[in-house]
C-alpha cells in the first residue's frame, strides 16, 4: 500500500510540475530572466507550494521525534550552521539551474514528455552526485 501511495503521490507532483510550466526549461529561464521578459508565473508555483508544504515541516521540526503517515522517523539534518559547504552547493545548483533551466525533479518529467536529450542533463547530474559522494566519503 505505502508503494502505490509513493507511486500515486509521485504521479501527482509529477502532473504538478507538467502543468505549472516548472519542467519547462524555457519557462524556467522566463523566470530567471529578471531584466528581461519576466515571467512572474512560477512565483506563484513557488508560493502555492510553501502554502501546501509549510505547516506539515512546521509540525516535522517542532515535533521530539518527527514521523511520517506510516509512523517511520523523519530524519531531519542536525547540522544548522551556514558553512563554506552550503555556500558551494547553493551556488552550483542556483548557476546549474540558471545555465540549463532545468530542475532535478523536472528533468525527470521531461523523459516522460518524450524529451530523451535531457538525459545528458541526468547523467550530469548522477556524476555529481557520485563525484560528492567520493569527495565527501558519504
Keep these: ?22 519542467s519547462n526549461p524555457e519557462k524556467v529561464l522566463d523566470f530567471l530572466d529578471l531584466f528581461g521578459d519576466w515571467d512572474a508565473s512560477l512565483a506563484f508555483v513557488m508560493m502555492g507550494a510553501i502554502a501546501v508544504a509549510f505547516i506539515p515541516f512546521q509540525k516535522a521540526v517542532r515535533a ?6 506510516f509512523n517511520e522517523p ?3 539534518p542536525s547540522h544548522q550552521k551556514i558553512d563554506k559547504k552550503l555556500i558551494t552547493g547553493a551556488l552550483l545548483f542556483g548557476v546549474g539551474w540558471g545555465i540549463a533551466g532545468i530542475c532535478p525533479a523536472p528533468s525527470f518529467t521531461l523523459i516522460g514528455l518524450g524529451h530523451y536529450q535531457i538525459l545528458y542533463f541526468i547523467v550530469a ?7 560528492h559522494r567520493k569527495w565527501s566519503g558519504a
Design 125 to 131: 547530474m548522477l556524476v555529481g552526485v557520485w563525484i
Design 64 to 69: 521530539q521525534q518527527p514521523k511520517t503517515v
Design 1 to 22: 500500500m505505502k508503494n502505490l501511495l509513493a507511486f500515486l503521490f509521485g504521479a501527482l507532483f509529477s502532473l504538478g510540475l507538467m502543468v505549472s510550466g516548472m
Design 74 to 76: 523523519i530524519d531531519l
